[in-house]
């Protein structure tokens, strides 16, 4: 390897939202992050299906939208062909 080309790997703190700690080696001495092992829901076993319903109706509005043009655009086809 060449002389001071690689950076510094050094033992550092990973430490999560919940509070939880992880010990490991990266270039970085210390890293936050938003959600881990400990509080993930997918591995607690808690997971939760946030707005499931909001995004069906949301869905389901714009599909209504979507017919109503379509329908109004035949409704203006049928006019100039007659």
Do not use: W
């Not at 990973?14 to 938003?34: D, F, H, Q, V």
């Not at 109706?57 to 714009?62: G, N, V």
Request: hydrophobic content about 30%.
């Amino acid at each position: 390897m060449k002389a001071d080309l690689h950076p510094e790997y050094v033992e550092s703190t990973i430490r999560c939202a919940c509070g939880n700690e992880i010990k490991t080696r990266s270039t970085k001495p210390t890293m936050l992050i938003g959600i881990c092992n400990e509080c993930h829901p997918f591995y607690t076993g808690q997971q939760k299906f946030v707005d499931t319903a909001g995004r069906v109706d949301k869905f389901q509005q714009r599909m209504a939208k979507t017919k109503a043009a379509r329908e109004a655009a035949d409704k203006k086809r049928k006019k100039k062909s007659l």
